[in-house]
């Protein structure tokens, strides 16, 4: 019998079908876009039929589907996503980086909220808390009232298990991240439920990654052209898999993640992580004795690709104009707070910016301004976390490009490896939470490939670090004054 394992990962900007095989190679991958709504209230959404549709149109260019046994998905996390009991969406879902409440306004559900919140949920209130948005449902709710016909998803992932299986399940991982869970209890905190304004019963239920939640259903089955009956496991928001898919899932361990956002994380002891912090502690997705530490930025690869919107050009173009500079790379500074910034300060007005123009500059120097921006924002999170300083694995696909692998390397001083199959690292991660349930063999392969940073650069590296900290100062203070 087959036990090929599909993988559903639904990113920022993408859904992909990841199909493994029982050695845990990766056997086909299959992609497709999905669409954010920004509005002018600072609004950023996503409509989960939408990725539903993606999932059906991946599935359908997917070879090999008829052979899988098992389903796991991961995803973003963090989003308020309203359903039907049916598991049908009732309004767009909220991502973690919609903005609709204005500072005032988040401080004054802060004086509805438990005095010991901190201590209660392992982190203090963020603005992208879920539970903020739970508590003004004149913004977030359909017709602008909460029901007991409604039910609540806050993991991408979730409500696509919630339309395959019936049942509405969290992760322990993503359920830190509502304001709603107890940390220590893993568990809906009662007092938090209560300040939320929602019952406990139309919030999912909170179970291990590698729990199964289900089978597919006969509907959703013929809808996504696999066989009824397969096994649905848990799974896990996307920073727990983005950690055990660059195999820092040990004590001690540290990675970097760039996708369209980023973010640098450890694993801990629950009793090391000593939350809460300065930054966020998540709840690992399996073991209770332990904890996740991440420091999240908002932009990273999406730099680029808005680089290429405004100069009407291509991405791959735009790294193949700045290779051409590394010899004498250009003066060019860029500050990659496009979307404001969550760490490693929270600053929702402050913006991006590039410095040291002049005529002479191109789309070229723009570029390779953006891949450095975005390694500086790595070290400055690192640094301000304290996370380990040994060499770091880097994952996602915005450190596809060997220039931009250099540039990291050269940026934060330390050798960086980065795995094989880098873009696929969370989908990598869920199949790793479930390996041992299903008896599957983790791939053997090498780690990947190792950079060493370039002596001759690490002065110039210093110099640039110590003008983007001076930078991004001036840019808040900038904001401060313009908003």
């Known amino acids: 019998m087959s036990r090929n394992v599909l993988a559903i990962d639904i990113g920022s900007s993408a859904l992909k079908a990841v199909l493994f095989g029982a ?10 876009p999905i669409a954010t709504v920004q509005g002018p209230d600072r609004s ?6 939408a990725w ?5 149109e991946a599935l359908a260019e997917l070879p090999g589907r008829e052979k899988i046994s098992a389903v796991v998905c991961t995803g973003s996390m963090q989003n308020l996503i309203v359903l039907s009991p049916q598991g049908r969406p009732l309004t767009p879902a909220a991502l973690y980086s919609d903005r609709r409440l204005e500072e005032d306004e988040i401080s ?18 963020d603005p992208a808390h879920t539970i903020l948005k739970l508590m003004r449902p004149d913004r977030f709710a359909p017709g602008g009232a909460w029901s007991r016909d409604m039910r609540f998803c806050f993991g991408a992932k979730d409500a696509l298990t919630f339309r395959m299986t019936g049942r509405a399940a969290i992760d322990p991982t993503i359920a830190s991240t509502t304001g709603l869970m107890n940390l220590k ?13 929602v019952d406990r019963d ?52 540290a990675y970097a993640y760039l996708g369209t956002t980023g973010w640098v994380a450890a694993t801990l002891s629950l009793h090391d992580a000593a939350p809460p912090r300065d930054i966020y502690t998540l709840a690992d997705p399996i ?16 730099a680029m690709d808005w680089l290429a919107e405004v100069t009407g050009g291509k991405v791959e173009a735009l790294l193949a104009q700045a290779a051409e500079l590394e010899e004498h790379p250009p003066s060019t500074l860029f500050l990659p707070y496009l979307a404001g910034e969550r760490a490693p300060f929270e600053d929702q007005n402050v913006r991006g910016a590039f410095l040291g123009l002049d005529r002479a500059h191109g789309a070229g120097a723009m570029a390779h301004a ?25 994952i996602g696909g915005g450190a596809r490009h060997p220039l931009q692998r250099r540039i990291l390397a050269d940026a934060l001083k330390r050798g960086i490896t980065f795995p094989h199959d880098s873009q696929e690292m969370t989908a990598r991660g869920v199949l790793r939470m479930i390996a041992g349930k299903i008896g599957l063999q983790p791939d053997s392969r090498g780690a990947g490939v190792l950079v060493a940073p370039r002596p001759e650069r690490t002065a110039r590296s210093d110099l640039r670090f110590e003008a983007y900290l001076a930078a991004s100062r001036f840019a808040r203070d900038q904001a401060r004054l313009l908003n």
């Open 108 to 125: 004054a559900l802060e004086k509805r909220l438990p005095e010991d919140y901190a201590t209660r949920t392992g982190n203090r209130l």
């Open 185 to 197: 209890q893993r568990d809906w905190d009662p007092a938090l439920v209560g300040a939320s304004g």
């Open 44 to 49: 950023q959404t996503q409509d989960p039929d």
């Open 202 to 253: 139309v919030l999912p239920e909170i179970l291990p990654a590698d729990a199964v939640i289900g089978t597919l259903r006969s509907g959703p089955a013929a809808e996504l052209g696999l066989a009824e009956g397969l096994v649905v496991f848990n799974g896990a928001g996307d920073a727990a898999a983005a950690t055990w898919g660059a195999s820092a899932d040990r004590p001690g361990a």
């Open 370 to 394: 953006v891949m450095e921006g975005v390694a500086f924002a790595i070290r400055h999170n690192l640094e301000t976390a304290g996370l380990p300083s040994s060499s770091l694995t880097v």
């Open 52 to 56: 539903w549709r993606s999932l059906k």
């Open 287 to 302: 073991h209770p004795d332990r904890a996740i530490i991440i420091s999240p930025f908002l932009t990273a690869g999406a």
């Open 23 to 32: 050695d845990g190679v990766m056997l086909a991958s299959r992609s497709r």
